[in-house]
T-cell receptor, first 112, second 117 residues
Framework: LAKTTQPISMDSYEGQEVNITCSHN???????ITWYQQFPSQGPRFIIQ???TKVTNEVASLFIPADRKSSTLSLPRVSLSDTAVYYC?????????????FGQGTELSVKP | GAVVSQHPSWVICKSGTSVKIECRSL??????MFWYRQFPKQSLMLMAT?????????EQGVEKDKFLINHASLTLSTLTVTSAHPEDSSFYIC?????????????FGPGTRLTVL
């Protein structure tokens, strides 16, 4: 499974847009890019998944360049409740049921 | 979304005792469940894949005799930490796969905090 690299931590303020970039230079042709959110003492929660270009849902957007060696999770207008750890995973599609290998994650801190 | 529960949510035990953690899929059947362990300020580490009716598959470095996994029904997998020691203190998280009309999704439980004294 492709290894991912993310910033260890990020700080932001309420109302700002937050972009978290993940590097995955060894991504395979069949790999998808999936982001999870985890609050303290809770299990991870699926945010968004993409294969290429741009994906948007009610929570976030995911931007993937043509070479797919990186991806950027964009959280619009964050609030204090978005303070969490965000994990970028590369591997089988979320809906293929493969085992997930979590990387280091990015600890996002949103301040008032 | 589908609901996965864990019991207990937290447990404190003495060193040398065994602790059983349950993972249940409440509104769907799950032939496959996963067990993860997470130490403070660290990422989730996959421990094993639990398959209903068969032996679990353990990741490299995880002692199968210490972390006993039983997946006896389509809605329940259990993880037993045998002869627990303080270094086993961690946050244990399970996930369950739901297959529905060709789509397979993975849902996580809320986790179980184990503290070994």
């Amino acid at each position: 499974l492709a290894k991912t690299t993310q910033p260890i931590s990020m700080d932001s303020y309420e109302g700002q847009e937050v972009n978290i970039t993940c590097s995955h230079n060894n991504i395979a042709t069949n790999d998808y890019i999936t982001w999870y959110q985890q609050f303290p003492s809770q299990g991870p929660r699926f945010i968004i998944q993409g294969y290429k270009t741009k994906v948007t849902n009610e929570v976030a957007s995911l931007f993937i360049p043509a070479d797919r060696k990186s991806s950027t999770l964009s959280l619009p207008r964050v609030s204090l409740s978005d303070t969490a750890v965000y994990y970028c995973l590369v591997g089988p599609s979320y809906n293929q049921g493969g085992k997930l290998i979590f990387g280091q994650g990015t600890e996002l801190s949103v301040k008032p | 979304g589908a609901v996965v529960s864990q019991h207990p949510s937290w447990v404190i035990c003495k060193s040398g005792t065994s602790v059983k953690i349950e993972c249940r899929s409440l509104d769907f059947q799950a032939t496959t469940m996963f067990w993860y362990r997470q130490f403070p300020k660290q990422s989730l580490m996959l421990m094993a894949t639990s398959n209903e009716g068969s032996k679990a598959t353990y990741e490299q470095g995880v002692e199968k005799d210490k972390f006993l996994i039983n997946h006896a029904s389509l809605t329940l997998s259990t993880l037993t930490v045998t002869s627990a020691h303080p270094e086993d203190s961690s946050f244990y998280i399970c996930s369950a796969l739901r297959a529905d009309r060709g789509l397979v999704e993975q849902f996580f439980g809320p986790g179980t905090r184990l503290t070994v004294l």
